[in-house]
């Protein structure tokens, strides 16, 4: 049966960027970034109003196909509540299409937020785990939504062994002497206008080559960064986009030939750099300015967060 939430609830969610396949592990390994998105919604009696800042600003929709909208209303009917009336209030630092998970963080966020209404309502929230399969179903893949879920570093699968698909994820602690820079570029791009540049079906050798480069990137980001340029390397998407986004590749070119292990961040056109040194080369970071690119000193990000009962416009 399902509850009806009365008007004056409020709650809120904070959820990082993140940036995927950190190379060779495609739809599989997660990073999340320390930049966030705030999400704060109150209920009404009726009505949906929906405000926007920061990133996205008069660009996306302000009414209920806003994936903000969808992901707390898909979280309330996960838990058996319903809203007549929301007010929902979106602060955005994570830019958009840009290779950065600000889809997945507006999915997270969603849910989070719903998570918040629910507590007031005595209802048991969603676990990390119910989190992570609801938002990856919005995304079909669950490498973001599991980094901007559990923050830090991800290793991330698909199970589809009963035929619907489960998704599932395993935190890995990320070792402390790894620095991170992200290449911001103005242009955009969308994961499914590079997803089409992929090859339906790959060789033996380029499968066998980046399995081997995605178990080695687990042991680098973990325990032996010094293994992080040839953990890195990647056969089976970013040669393929690359041509759809030449700025990024030749950023990425120019980072690696200083000795940077850098990748396209998810499907670009960001790209993420990862180094044991604090600074990047001077050459590189000429390089990124000059091309367009904002370069950004960050750090891991933390998992989503969430609160009830916030005071709204605080």
């Known amino acids: 049966m399902t509850r009806t939430l009365p008007p004056g609830l409020t709650a809120n969610a904070v959820v990082a960027a993140s940036s995927a396949n950190l190379g060779p592990g495609f739809d599989s390994l997660g990073l ?23 990133e996205g600003e008069g660009q996306v929709p302000l009414d209920s196909s806003h994936l903000v909208v969808r992901a707390i209303e898909r979280g309330l009917r996960e838990l058996g509540l319903t809203a007549p009336g929301l007010i929902v209030r979106c ?82 602690r990320l070792h402390a002497d790894i620095h991170l820079f992200v ?58 986009r690359a041509p759809a986004m030449p700025a990024s590749g030749e950023f990425l070119a120019v980072l690696r030939r200083c000795g940077i292990a850098a990748v396209l961040s998810g499907a670009g056109p960001a790209v993420l750099a990862l180094s044991t040194r604090a600074e990047l080369p001077a050459e590189a970071a000429k390089f990124g300015a000059e091309s367009g690119f904002t370069v950004v000193t960050t750090s891991v990000g933390s998992g989503v967060q969430w609160t009830s009962g916030v005071v709204v416009g605080s």
């Open 32 to 54: 999340a970034l320390r930049l966030y998105d705030e999400i704060i919604v109150e209920t009404t009696h009726s009505g949906l109003v929906v405000q926007v800042e920061g």
């Open 183 to 240: 290449g911001i570029p103005q242009v955009r791009s969308s994961t499914a206008e590079t997803r089409v540049l992929l090859p339906e079906h790959v060789s033996h050798h380029d499968a066998r080559f980046n399995l081997s480069r995605a178990a080695l990137l687990v042991v680098a980001l973990t325990e032996r960064p010094d293994l992080l340029m040839a953990a890195t390397e990647d056969v089976l998407h970013q040669p393929q």
């Open 91 to 172: 602060r955005n630092d994570i830019p958009h299409s840009r290779g950065l998970g600000s889809s997945a963080a507006a999915v997270v966020g969603g849910l989070a937020a719903a998570n918040g209404l629910a507590v007031q309502a005595d209802c048991t929230p969603m676990t990390e785990s119910e989190l992570i399969q609801v938002s990856s179903e919005f995304e079909g893949h669950p490498d973001n939504a599991a980094a901007a879920v559990y923050g830090g570093a991800v290793v991330s699968w698909t199970d589809t062994s009963r035929g619907d698909a489960r998704y599932a994820a395993a935190p890995i």
